[in-house]
């Protein structure tokens, strides 16, 4: 009885908490979508009110996908994201799969090898890196962000998909070899499409990594003729020299609503891989 009444006290509390954190989190997200509808009158002087019903700006996405070049920019994003999530799936898996499921001299020392990446600071390394990039000829290429999005995604990828290869029961595998499957064919018949949970944890946490990027897309597409290169959060950036260094606040707000809405999609969809997939790999790997 004392433990049920306990419990009954705590409840209205911990509902309050739980709330008011959902509060804390939707309401900007809500604000930024009704305040991308409203003049830049309107923003500036009651910028938490609610747009006229009968004035809603949709003109203000309009002028971001034409004048403001979203749209080159929305392509450039969605290749590299795209293309960034699939080599870093398959490359991670493959990696992961040899970690977990084989045993040769040095196969820990190169587990925690991969790791280390984890441990290294994009500030520290992007110093050398532009100039090796600069070597290679590679600045201002969509190749070029492309390697280093996914030289820099692949630890935390291989560390979650080791853990979900290694909680595979080893039966399977062998079962495979037996009926004349080879290595190659027994992983990707058998193992991958089981490890698909831990795929789809990467493929999220690679597209909000890689979507929502921009040091390194300013660092390596910020010189002369990379105009057509850019990514949407360098577009966004770029939205005060488009509009002729005057601040097109409801452009710019609806430029946050065209990049947050894939991020709200994918999330909002595939959300229930995340806790399984990232407990199995901390736990596995």
Same mark, same amino acid.
């Given at each position: 009885?004392?433990?049920?009444?306990?419990?009954?006290?705590?409840?209205?509390?911990?509902?309050?908490?739980?709330?008011?954190?959902?509060?804390?989190v939707?309401?900007?997200?809500?604000?930024? !979508?009704?305040?991308?509808?409203?003049?830049?009158?309107?923003?500036?002087?009651?910028?938490?009110?609610?747009?006229?019903?009968?004035?809603?700006?949709w003109?203000?996405?309009?002028?971001?996908?034409?004048?403001?070049?979203?749209?080159?920019?929305?392509?450039?994003?969605?290749?590299?994201?795209?293309?960034?999530?699939?080599?870093?799936?398959?490359?991670?898996?493959?990696?992961?799969?040899?970690?977990?499921?084989?045993?040769?001299?040095?196969?820990?020392?190169?587990?925690?090898?991969?790791?280390a990446?984890?441990?290294?600071?994009?500030?520290?390394?992007?110093?050398?890196?532009?100039?090796?990039?600069?070597?290679?000829?590679?600045?201002?290429?969509?190749?070029?962000?492309?390697?280093?999005?996914?030289?820099?995604?692949?630890?935390?990828?291989?560390?979650?998909?080791?853990?979900?290869?290694?909680?595979?029961?080893?039966? !399977?595998?062998?079962?495979a070899?037996?009926?004349?499957?080879?290595?190659?064919?027994?992983?990707?018949?058998?193992?991958l499409?089981?490890?698909?949970?831990?795929?789809?944890?990467?493929?999220?946490?690679?597209?909000?990594?890689?979507?929502?990027?921009?040091?390194?897309?300013?660092?390596?597409?910020?010189?002369?003729?990379?105009?057509?290169?850019?990514?949407?959060?360098?577009? !966004?950036?770029?939205?005060?020299?488009?509009?002729?260094?005057?601040?097109?606040?409801?452009?710019?707000?609806?430029?946050?609503?065209?990049?947050?809405?894939?991020?709200?999609?994918?999330?909002?969809?595939?959300?229930?891989?995340?806790?399984?997939g990232?407990?199995?790999?901390?736990?596995?790997?």
């Amino acid at each position: 009885m004392a433990e049920r009444r306990t419990n009954t006290l705590i409840k209205p509390f911990l509902y309050s908490a739980l709330f008011g954190y959902l509060a804390i989190v939707v309401y900007p997200m809500l604000w930024l !979508l009704y305040t991308s509808l409203k003049t830049d009158r309107e923003i500036f002087l009651d910028p938490f009110s609610l747009p006229e019903l009968g004035d809603l700006q949709w003109i203000n996405f309009t002028n971001a996908w034409t004048k403001g070049f979203f749209g080159d920019y929305f392509f450039n994003s969605v290749l590299l994201t795209v293309t960034t999530v699939t080599a870093s799936m398959l490359l991670a898996a493959m990696a992961a799969y040899a970690l977990a499921r084989f045993t040769f001299p040095g196969v820990r020392p190169l587990f925690f090898y991969f790791l280390a990446g984890l441990m290294i600071p994009l500030q520290l390394s992007i110093v050398p890196l532009f100039f090796q990039m600069k070597e290679f000829g590679l600045l201002n290429s969509r190749l070029g962000l492309l390697i280093v999005y996914v030289a820099f995604g692949m630890p935390f990828a291989i560390f979650i998909l080791t853990g979900f290869f290694r909680s595979l029961p080893s039966s !399977l595998h062998e079962s495979a070899l037996m009926d004349g499957a080879g290595e190659f064919r027994a992983f990707w018949s058998i193992m991958l499409p089981l490890a698909r949970p831990g795929l789809i944890t990467v493929g999220i946490f690679s597209f909000l990594g890689t979507w929502n990027e921009f040091f390194m897309a300013f660092m390596f597409l910020s010189g002369e003729g990379s105009q057509e290169l850019r990514t949407l959060p360098l577009g !966004l950036a770029n939205i005060t020299i488009v509009s002729q260094y005057r601040s097109d606040w409801g452009m710019a707000f609806a430029g946050l609503v065209l990049i947050m809405a894939p991020t709200m999609l994918v999330y909002a969809f595939l959300q229930q891989y995340l806790t399984k997939g990232i407990t199995v790999g901390a736990l596995k790997g």
